[in-house]
């Protein structure tokens, strides 16, 4: 009965402290996530801006129709670039 007894105790407290170490990378993983989105988000921001202000530089030299079929065109490379990268990287 000892022996049963001492190994209950003994699988309480291991899974007690599995709990507590799941809890804490649980944390620090959606910490992680959470900064990702937001780095995400901040280059999405960034790749606007850059690609409104070459928007903006172009129109002061043809028309807004103009600058806005070229940039059009140039997002669509972007776009096209980021996707294959995404597809070797989930080829690999």
């Not at 804490?24 to 901040?42: D, E, P, Q, S, V």
């Not at 807004?64 to 997002?75: D, K, R, T």
Request: aromatic share 10%; proline share 0%; charged share 15%.
């Amino acid at each position: 009965m000892e022996t049963i007894s001492r190994l209950m105790v003994a699988s309480t407290d291991l899974i007690e402290a599995e709990g507590r170490a799941l809890k804490g990378h649980a944390a620090r993983f959606l910490f992680a996530i959470g900064l990702g989105g937001l780095a995400l988000a901040l280059i999405l921001v960034g790749v606007m801006f850059l690609l409104y202000g070459g928007f903006v530089l172009l129109a002061r030299y043809l028309e807004n129709f103009g600058a806005a079929f070229v940039f059009g065109i140039v997002a669509i490379g972007l776009a096209g670039a980021a996707l294959l990268i995404a597809r070797k990287t989930l080829r690999k």
